[in-house]
């Protein structure tokens, strides 16, 4: 079983649709969570950052992390065109020298 | 403030020629990163540096060779480039390796071709 397991789609949705995106790991150990977007052609932009547990918002996105069913979610409402682009997730243990482990993204298109 | 910088954008190389992809960072980030990001693979990590003066190997280490030049500038080499080598690189940077205070920041890219 992978560390980290992202359903690479494609996704298409019709614009102002909400979005869902996810990933499921198996280390209990992981406490930080991110997610990243990639435009075709571009390196990835972290879009969101959150620790342990929980939800997070920041304007249309929203993160949300369930660590006892080792479970993250990245929800997009009223999806534009402009959000058209692969997301990444990507998480980390607590402390010392452990990078991050990447999911391989899903791609998802928005349609105007 | 140029966030991840690096050079060059696309290079094309024949079978055995070797090169330096180049990147740097002004964020005053200890860590350094260089993923290859591949159809299917997603991002692989080749080498990172923790900090200034330490190298280790990531994931897929072969055929590459790595300089932490000072704390700004991490450089990538391929000795003798194979057609295998063909991806997209990616430098990236975080304030530390490990958490918190880890979310790497990419730089555009470098588009290589090996012939």
């Known amino acids: 079983q992978k560390e980290v397991e992202q359903d690479p789609g494609p996704l298409s949705v019709p614009e102002g649709a909400i979005v869902s995106l996810n990933c499921t790991y198996s280390n209990s150990a992981f406490q930080y969570f991110m997610w990243y977007r990639q435009y075709s052609r571009k390196g990835p932009e972290l879009l969101m950052y959150?620790?342990?547990?929980g939800n997070k918002e920041d304007g249309r996105f929203t993160a949300q992390v369930d660590k006892s069913s080792k479970y993250i979610s990245l929800f997009i409402r009223d999806s534009q065109p402009s959000d058209s682009a692969t997301y990444l997730c990507a998480m980390s243990v607590q402390g010392g020298s452990e990078k991050l482990v990447f999911g391989k993204g899903t791609k998802l298109t928005v349609n105007p | 403030n140029a966030g991840v910088t690096q050079t060059p954008k696309f290079q094309v190389l024949k079978t055995g020629q070797s090169m330096t992809l180049q990147c740097a960072q002004d964020m005053n980030h200890n860590s350094m990163y260089w993923y290859r990001q591949d159809p299917g693979m997603g991002l692989r990590l080749i080498y990172y540096s923790a900090s200034e003066g330490t190298t280790d190997k990531g994931e897929v280490p072969n055929g590459y060779n790595v300089s932490r030049l000072n704390k700004r500038e991490f450089s990538l080499r391929l000795e003798s480039a194979a057609p295998s080598q063909t991806s997209v690189y990616f430098c990236?940077?975080?304030?530390?390796?490990?958490?918190?205070?880890?979310?790497?920041?990419f730089g555009p890219g470098t588009r290589l071709t090996v012939l």
């Open positions: 990236a940077s975080s304030y530390r390796a490990g958490g918190p205070y880890n979310e790497q920041f």
């Open positions: 959150t620790y342990s547990s």
